[in-house]
T-cell receptor, first 112, second 113 residues
Framework: GNSVTQMEGPVTLSEEAFLTINCTYT??????LFWYVQYPGEGLQLLLK?????DKGSNKGFEATYRKETTSFHLEKGSVQVSDSAVYFC???????????FGAGTRLAVHP | DAGVIQSPRHEVTEMGQEVTLRCKPI?????LFWYRQTMMRGLELLIY????????DSGMPEDRFSAKMPNASFSTLKIQPSEPRDSAVYFC???????????FGSGTQLSVL
């Protein structure tokens, strides 16, 4: 079946530290991959996406590369800010389906 | 555009009562999704509609849950009777089907006592 596995949180970092949140997936065919972010009290927002192998999605200093050989889509940012504190969700859309399957989410806390 | 609009924002009810959650998708979007978020199970897809037709309701937990989309601008998720284990944040989301980007509402925080 289709599933997404994320590293468990919370991840706690100091401002300007390097961030990695691991995400691996199981899917048939060629899914599209996404990272969504949820700020406190809000719904999820799309952060970045990649639709085929070796694509790199990027936005607001975050980036993730679609690695089919390792079935991974790890989220990275070179220098986090306090305002990046949120819950980050990795997700996939199975090929040919119009629905998103989300990972459990990883809470990130950045302190000054 | 106002985005996806959900109501109410918060709902507190007693076990056994009927609960109705409402959603207005973004105008022009032809797909609508209902998700439930809990600490234990994360974000679960309950049901989704395409052009007002339910496509996949395999995530609906049991017969107490039902969802309708009578027209392109309105959907409801009903729980009857409600139980404490239904307490969660329920999100509605919509997309146009073209760019693979889901737009989420702010959610309804449901507490069943």
């Amino acid at each position: 079946g289709n599933s997404v596995t994320q590293m468990e949180g919370p991840v706690t970092l100091s401002e300007e530290a390097f961030l990695t949140i691991n995400c691996t997936y199981t899917a048939t065919g060629y899914p599209s991959l996404f990272w969504y972010v949820q700020y406190p009290g809000e719904g999820l927002q799309l952060l970045l996406k990649a639709t085929k192998a070796d694509d790199k999605g990027s936005n607001k200093g975050f980036e993730a590369t679609y690695r089919k050989e390792t079935t991974s889509f790890h989220l990275e940012k070179g220098s986090v800010q306090v305002s990046d504190s949120a819950v980050y969700f990795c997700a996939l859309r199975p090929q040919g389906y119009n629905k998103l399957i989300f990972g459990a989410g990883t809470r990130l806390a950045v302190h000054p | 555009d106002a985005g996806v609009i959900q109501s109410p924002r918060h709902e507190v009810t007693e076990m056994g009562q009927e609960v109705t959650l409402r959603c207005k998708p973004i105008s022009g979007h032809n797909s609508l999704f209902w998700y439930r978020q809990t600490m234990m199970r994360g974000l679960e897809l309950l049901i989704y509609f395409n052009n007002n037709v339910p496509i996949d309701d395999s995530g609906m937990p049991e017969d107490r849950f039902s969802a309708k989309m009578p027209n392109a601008s309105f959907s409801t998720l009903k729980i009857q009777p409600s139980e404490p284990r239904d307490s969660a944040v329920y999100f509605c989301a919509s997309d146009s089907g073209a760019n693979e980007k889901l737009f989420f509402g702010s959610g309804t925080q449901l507490s069943v006592l």
